[in-house]
C-alpha cells in the first residue's frame, strides 16, 4: 500500500548509547531531532540521518548491535556499534603552552592547569593576593577563585 508517512523506529537500543536524528524530507529541508517525514507522494524521497554517541565506555568486548526500521515496512537496518574511546587529540599535547598562560598543558581545546593554577586559560595562581589577573577568576569581588 501506498503511505504519506515514513517515520523511523529503534529496536534493542543499548542504554548507554545516544541516537540524534535528521529527517531531509520532501522539500529538501533537513529536520534536526525528528525521525519521521509525512504528506509524501509517489516519487517524494525522504532521508535520514543518524548520529550514535557513546555515554561511557564499556570493555573491548562489547558489541551491541540495534536495528533501524521504518514503521510499517519490512525493510531494516542493523547496526553494529565499535567503540572508540580514546580521545584522539590528546596525542597533540602542549605542556606548558602559551595558550594556557604557560601554567598548563593544552589537550583537546582545554588548558589542564598545573598544580596551583586556576582559570580556562591557567592565569590565576592560588594563594596569590594581589594578582594582576586574579579578579578575572573571581564570580564578583570577595568571592573565591574559581577553578575555570
Do not use: M
Not at 570493555?59 to 510499517?72: D, E, K, M, N, Y
Not at 589537550?107 to 591557567?122: A, D, M
Amino acid at each position: 500500500s501506498i503511505r504519506s508517512k515514513v517515520e523511523l523506529s529503534v529496536w534493542d537500543q543499548p542504554e548507554d548509547i545516544n541516537l540524534f536524528f535528521t529527517a531531509t524530507c520532501q522539500d529538501g529541508v533537513s529536520y534536526p531531532g525528528q525521525r519521521k517525514c509525512e504528506g509524501l507522494k509517489i516519487g517524494d524521497t525522504a532521508s535520514f540521518e543518524v548520529s550514535v554517541e557513546a555515554r561511557s565506555c564499556p570493555g573491548r568486548r562489547a558489541q551491541p548491535v540495534f536495528t533501524l526500521r521504518p514503521v510499517g515496512f519490512r525493510d531494516s537496518l542493523e547496526v553494529g556499534v565499535a567503540y572508540h574511546c580514546g580521545c584522539s587529540c590528546s596525542t597533540g599535547l602542549e605542556p606548558d603552552s602559551a595558550r594556557c598562560s604557560g601554567n598548563g598543558t593544552y589537550v583537546c581545546g582545554l588548558c589542564e592547569c598545573n598544580p596551583s593554577y586556576l582559570g580556562t586559560r591557567c592565569e590565576c595562581q592560588e594563594g596569590e593576593s594581589q594578582s594582576g589577573h586574579q579578579n578575572l577568576c573571581r564570580e564578583a569581588e570577595g568571592k573565591p577563585l574559581c577553578s575555570g
